[in-house]
T-cell receptor
């Protein structure tokens, strides 16, 4: 069955430190992959997406993600975290067979001053 | 409009009452989705509309849930005889076409007391 796994429920980093949020997917075809961010009380904002082509994609707010087919992963990275990055991050895969967007369970990022 | 618009933003209702949640997608977007996010949980797919095609209702949790989309634009999600476990944020999303980027509204927070 198609699924998205975010193995880290919570991650805490210090402001200015680098960040990597893990995402693994299970999908037979070429995936369309997304990362969304949700701040408290807010809706979901698209950070970046991968459809095809270059496997390293750049997004907003200084985030990037790398698609690795061999590892079925699409990890999100940021070289230097800001306090305003504290939020919940969701990885998602779009299934072109059913047009559904399937989400992982999310990773909550806490930023230490 | 500029983004996906949802109303009401907050709704408190008594157990057993019916509620209607409205979604106004981005103008011109043919695909519309409803998701549910329970407290501390990920996003659960509910229903998908694409143009004039029959909707994919495979995610609706019970027959108390229904949704319609009139004129290929505005959608209403109806929950009949609400239960406390229906308390959640209901998120609407739209995309220009299947496979395009999916944009989310800010959600309708439903509390059943």
């Amino acid at each position: 069955a198609q699924s998205v796994t975010q193995p880290d429920i919570h991650i805490t980093v210090s402001e200015g430190a680098s960040l990597e949020l893990r995402c693994n997917y299970s999908y037979g075809a070429t995936p369309y992959l997304f990362w969304y961010v949700q701040s408290p009380g807010q809706g979901l904002q698209l950070l970046l997406k991968y459809f095809s082509g270059d496997t390293l994609v750049q997004g907003i707010k200084g985030f990037e993600a790398e698609f690795k087919r061999s590892q079925s992963s699409f990890n999100l990275r940021k070289p230097s975290v800001h306090w305003s990055d504290a939020a919940e991050y969701f990885c998602a895969v779009f299934m072109d067979s059913s047009y559904k967007l399937i989400f992982g369970s999310g990773t909550r990022l806490l930023v230490r001053p | 409009g500029a983004g996906v618009s949802q109303s009401p933003s907050n709704k408190v209702t008594e157990k057993g009452k019916d509620v209607e949640l409205r979604c106004d997608p981005i103008s011109g977007h043919t695909a519309l989705y409803w998701y549910r996010q329970s407290l501390g949980q990920g996003l659960e797919f509910l229903i998908y509309f694409q143009g004039n095609s029959a909707p994919d209702k495979s995610g609706l949790p019970s027959d108390r849930f229904s949704a319609e989309r009139t004129g290929g634009s505005v959608s209403t999600l109806t929950i009949q005889r609400t239960q406390q476990e229906d308390s959640a944020v209901y998120l609407c999303a739209s995309s220009l076409a299947p496979g395009n980027t999916i944009y989310f509204g800010e959600g309708s927070w439903l509390t059943v007391v």
